[in-house]
């Protein structure tokens, strides 16, 4: 039996410089690299999400990616200043997560989870 690993997660962005303020800057994603509408960054734990500036359509019904946070209602402050839009605020979750729900500024669905 083969197993699959996660190799890179890809967002389509309709600005490369807003979709870096909020992922590579409020997140603190490591940027290795960018070039041509492209950029590559990284999380602490190694996944790699390329930003790929061109035409997008978000969807509430589409994957929403999910990230693992330090201090959650302090990053939640900093996506908005940055130009997200926060849509659940740091909630205690059924589950036993506290959790945000945030929209970058392309319209795609964030989640935010405390560490």
Same mark, same amino acid.
């Given at each position: 039996?083969?197993?699959?690993?996660?190799?890179?997660?890809?967002? +389509? +962005?309709? +600005?490369? %410089?807003?979709?870096? !303020?909020?992922?590579? *800057?409020?997140? !603190?994603?490591?940027?290795?690299?960018?070039?041509?509408?492209?950029?590559?960054?990284?999380?602490?734990?190694?996944?790699?999400?390329? /930003?790929? *500036?061109?035409?997008?359509?978000?969807?509430?019904?589409?994957?929403?990616?999910?990230?693992? /946070? %330090?201090?959650?209602?302090?990053?939640? *402050?900093?996506?908005?200043?940055?130009?997200?839009?926060?849509? $659940? %605020? %740091? !909630?205690?979750?059924?589950?036993? *997560?506290?959790?945000?729900? /945030?929209?970058?500024? $392309?319209?795609?669905?964030?989640?935010? /989870?405390?560490?």
């Amino acid at each position: 039996m083969t197993t699959t690993s996660l190799h890179r997660i890809v967002l +389509s +962005s309709t +600005s490369l %410089p807003d979709a870096l !303020a909020l992922y590579g *800057e409020v997140l !603190a994603l490591r940027v290795e690299r960018t070039a041509d509408g492209f950029a590559w960054l990284r999380s602490a734990d190694g996944v790699e999400l390329m /930003v790929h *500036e061109r035409p997008a359509t978000a969807s509430d019904t589409a994957v929403a990616l999910t990230f693992a /946070v %330090p201090d959650l209602s302090g990053v939640v *402050e900093r996506w908005a200043e940055a130009g997200g839009a926060v849509v $659940d %605020p %740091p !909630a205690e979750q059924p589950w036993g *997560e506290r959790m945000a729900v /945030v929209r970058d500024s $392309d319209g795609h669905l964030v989640c935010l /989870v405390e560490q």
